[in-house]
């Protein structure tokens, strides 16, 4: 029998519109956890990013959330993760601004579930290198496997890798049709026989958000006889004293692209981490709340991917993260020659954004992504 770890990643953007959030929370959370809670004898791991929680903390039926978590909790079904509070990308973010944005992830955790530490470590978008990798201070992280030769658990210094199946991962995420637990399982017996541990980490928003579908599969997994569902903890006392030592951990991502390119490559996308670099340095030394806050949000990962257009495209929203950067400065005690500079750049930004937005330049791109979709699809299991 097979040891399965579900590694569920709850997350929404910081400037995420509220209605949005709660529709989410109605269609996905709320039935995911309902239907997590029926099971028996199984272990989920769960990240459930700050981002979120802050956002649930205004919203009505978020009380049934936080309760059905803390009763998992409490009965060893359901493991938490820490992670960063805003999503950044680890490896592009500057070091104050991710530390202090696990911190307080930590402390958010603390407050709303009671959570006072987590062993474990989910990387927003799994992107990790081994700069960042050394500095987590976590007994485990989440990883592709793509970190690492070997999988799904290896040990790097102190810490454990928990390396999700790349191939895995991509089904649950692109699979086109009904994904039936039954047929997932036997391909993954025939291609991994010799594996008894899987990692399959995944959003939690595939599971009755994106594919309504999703809920069903995942209902299916945790009840079959062929595999045992297990919390990271669990499998490292498993498999822990088996893991292959490491000397290197790889820059990775789930995004299966050399050098985080699906966050990178684009000339806006360069010239938003120009900016927020530029909006950082200002506000490096700032002990203002408000400005760390906007700062903070403004790194999250979703807006360099907004501006991939591989596919995704959203100017607005782009816009939201660039608007926390620019109202950092505006609320920082700067001088008029360091406002004005960053009121100048915030405009050229702008402006090159909308320009590409009103181009040809994004219909391409979309036909670009549709090329490479289907190679894709194509390359998937007939499940």
């Not at 996905?28 to 956890?33: A, E, F, M, Q, S």
């Not at 599971?207 to 669990?234: K, P």
Request: glycine share 4%.
């Amino acid at each position: 029998m097979k040891h399965f770890v579900l590694v569920l990643h709850f997350y929404q953007p910081p400037t995420q519109n509220l209605a949005t959030t709660q529709a989410v929370l109605k269609s996905c959370y709320l039935p995911l956890l309902r239907m997590l809670d029926l099971k028996k004898d199984v272990g989920v791991t769960l990240n459930l990013s700050g981002s979120l929680l802050e956002q649930l903390e205004l919203l009505e039926g978020a009380i049934e959330f936080f309760s059905l978590t803390k009763k998992m909790m409490h009965e060893g079904k359901v493991e938490l993760l820490n992670s960063s509070m805003y999503h950044p990308l680890l490896p592009l973010t500057p070091e104050k601004i991710w530390r202090r944005q696990v911190l307080k992830n930590k402390e958010i955790l603390k407050r709303l579930l009671g959570v006072e530490g987590c062993s474990g470590f989910f990387p927003p978008e799994l992107a990790i290198d081994q700069e960042h990798f050394d500095q987590l201070s976590a007994k485990y992280v989440i990883v592709h496997e793509t970190a690492v030769k070997q999988s799904p658990i290896a040990q790097f210094h102190n810490t454990f890798l928990l390396a999700g199946k790349a191939e895995l991962i991509e089904i649950c995420r692109s699979f086109p049709g009904e994904l039936k637990a039954a047929s997932f399982l036997q391909y993954t017996a025939a291609k991994y026989p010799n594996e008894d541990l899987i990692i399959l980490p995944n959003d939690a928003e595939l599971f009755g958000h994106h594919y309504m579908e999703r809920l069903t599969f995942l209902s299916q997994l945790l009840d079959s006889e062929e595999i045992n569902c297990i919390t990271a903890s669990q499998a490292i006392s498993i498999y822990g004293k088996s893991a292959k030592k490491v000397d290197t951990v790889q820059l990775s991502s789930w995004q299966n692209r050399p050098n985080l390119h699906l966050w990178t490559e684009k000339k806006l996308q360069q010239n938003l981490l120009s900016f927020a670099r530029f909006c950082s340095e200002l506000g490096a030394k700032s002990e203002n709340a408000l400005v760390q806050k906007l700062l903070d949000q403004g790194w999250s990962s979703c807006y360099l991917y907004w501006l991939s257009n591989f596919p995704w495209w959203h100017p607005d929203l782009v816009m939201s993260g660039i608007e926390c950067l620019i109202r950092s400065v505006r609320a920082s005690d700067l001088s008029f020659d360091q406002k004005n500079e960053s009121e100048l750049l915030f405009s050229q930004l702008s402006y090159q954004i909308w320009q590409y937005h009103w181009s040809a330049q994004v219909e391409i791109g979309y036909h670009q992504y549709d090329e490479v979709r289907e190679k894709t699809l194509m390359s998937l299991p007939h499940l």
